[in-house]
């Protein structure tokens, strides 16, 4: 059996606001194993990037951890001082391809530049000319030419500039990298481009990754694993396959209703009515009820739990 690269458990982790308490990301459990991929989707809103920044040990303020535990390598890294999160165990073991981040990249410094910064930071004794091989090695690695860190960002294309964030993430040789909506911004042929990057930087690093995208149909192409999250819950969770052929969610279902597949029927595209709910004010038992053309009375009233419904598959509903 393949060890757990992560686990999590139990996790809460609620942003404090004048409005009042957003519970972005309440109580959410999984594991990933070494050189697997867990795929996280949901609608805009629900929680994925606030539970990709509680993973890495720093949620955005006012987000506080106020519960469960998180283990990176079998270390708990909840409650450890900023510090050691930061020398320890941030990009070196657990490292995240924020959402947005190749626009975020510094225009006025070159790119070797932005590379080297974060290996001199964690590698002491290592001289400037042993960081630039580095960065060099890397960005060889996601498909680009070593001579790029001689330029600046706006030199470069969307694809290109998406990569070198992906080699930013891998330089410390993190077990586990976040990747929040990496495709996100791009053009189809470039997206699927990224997506094989992807794929075969888990075949030649046995990375394992958390895929965080609210396009399901890439999910698919890339996941060992589908974790849906609906107002801050993980409500399915399993084998890729069985999330995509059999999916037991009423959530799920919409969801993959919602998807337009090649050779069908554009005109019977599904959405799913109404609109995800304030994370301060959540309705009372299933999140999802008043969404759901299934719901019943307990659904209204009771919380469903994640329940193993058939091997390796989890889901939280009242009608299974
Ligand atoms: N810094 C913050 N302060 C307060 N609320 C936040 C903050 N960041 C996100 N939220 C809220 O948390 C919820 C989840 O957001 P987010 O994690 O960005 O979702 P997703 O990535 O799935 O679109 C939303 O209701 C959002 O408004
Ligand atoms: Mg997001």
Redesign the pocket.
């Known amino acids: 059996m393949a060890t757990n690269v992560l686990e999590v458990r139990n996790l809460k982790m609620y942003?404090f606001?004048n409005r009042g308490v957003?519970k972005?990301v309440d109580n959410v459990s999984f594991d990933i194993k070494k050189g697997e991929v867990l795929g996280l989707a949901?609608e805009?809103?629900?929680?994925?990037?606030?539970l990709g920044f509680t993973l890495m040990g720093m949620p955005?303020?006012?987000?506080k951890i106020v519960d469960g535990s998180i283990k990176v390598d079998g270390r708990e890294i909840v409650g450890l001082p900023d510090d050691v999160l930061r020398k320890e165990v941030r990009w070196e073991k657990i490292a995240m391809i924020f959402q947005g981040a190749m626009n975020a990249l510094n225009p006025v410094y070159t790119i070797g530049y932005q590379m080297i910064e974060p290996i001199l930071y964690h590698r002491e004794g290592v001289s400037k000319e042993e960081a630039l091989d580095r960065a060099q090695k890397y960005l060889e690695l996601v498909g680009l030419d070593p001579e790029i860190v001689y330029r600046y960002p706006h030199e470069l294309s969307g694809g290109m500039k998406q990569r070198v964030v992906i080699a930013m993430a891998l330089l410390m040789e993190p077990s586990v990298v976040i990747a929040d909506e990496p495709t996100t911004a791009l053009d189809v042929i470039v997206q699927a481009q990224i997506i094989n990057l992807m794929k075969k930087l888990k075949k030649e690093l046995g990375l394992s990754m958390i895929f965080i995208t609210h396009d399901l149909s890439i999910l698919s192409e890339i996941s060992d694993k589908i974790a849906i999250?609906y107002a801050g819950k993980i409500v399915e969770y399993g084998d890729s396959e069985k999330i995509y052929y059999e999916p037991a969610h009423p959530y799920t279902q919409k969801l993959l209703a919602a998807i337009p597949r090649l050779h069908e029927d554009v005109e019977k595209l599904e959405f799913i009515p109404g609109q995800p709910p304030n994370?301060i004010n959540p309705p009372k038992g299933c999140r999802f009820h008043p969404r759901c053309s299934y719901a019943m009375d307990i659904c209204r009233e009771q919380e469903p739990e994640l329940k193993e419904i058939d091997k390796d598959h989890y889901a939280a509903c009242w009608l299974l």
Do not use: I
Request: proline share 11%.
């Open positions: 942003y606001t957003v972005a949901g805009s809103g629900c929680g994925k990037s606030s955005t303020p006012p987000g999250m994370l």
